[in-house]
């Protein structure tokens, strides 16, 4: 698992290859990412935005940006926190992924951003 934390917003990634959708002899690697956004700081906080930056290993880097996270802007107030699946595909049987989210303090309107861990996307197999 790995973990970050700012501003009290902690954001935590864990992983899994999906092989039962992936093609590796078409270069269609599938992976799943399963997030976790605590809220430890004294203030309600809002998920306006991600952005994502997404690496294979034949140097192919991608970005993602947008509203929300899967259709959702979640409200956390202190002590909650929102969990949510996504997905990425790959050409490579590695690679990683990091990003921001866009955070808003309901109290104030303040926006900060929140690190996104970054986190290695790699088939089961090639740690060995």
């Known amino acids: 698992m ?56 034949n140097n192919e880097v991608r970005e993602v940006e947008g509203e929300g996270v899967v259709g959702q802007q979640p409200v956390l107030e202190p002590g909650e926190s929102h969990q949510y699946v996504s997905g990425c595909n790959l050409k490579t049987s590695i690679g990683k992924m990091a990003g921001t989210y866009l955070m808003e303090r309901l109290v104030d309107g303040r926006q900060f951003y929140v690190t996104i861990p970054e986190f290695t996307l790699i088939i089961p197999y090639k740690l060995n």
């Open 2 to 57: 790995d973990t970050k934390t700012t501003q009290g917003v902690t954001v935590n990634v864990t992983t899994n290859y999906l092989p039962d959708y992936s093609s590796p002899a078409q270069q269609h690697f599938v992976f799943a990412y399963r997030i976790t956004i605590q809220n430890n700081s004294e203030f309600t906080v809002k998920l306006l935005r991600r952005h994502w930056h997404i690496f294979d290993s």
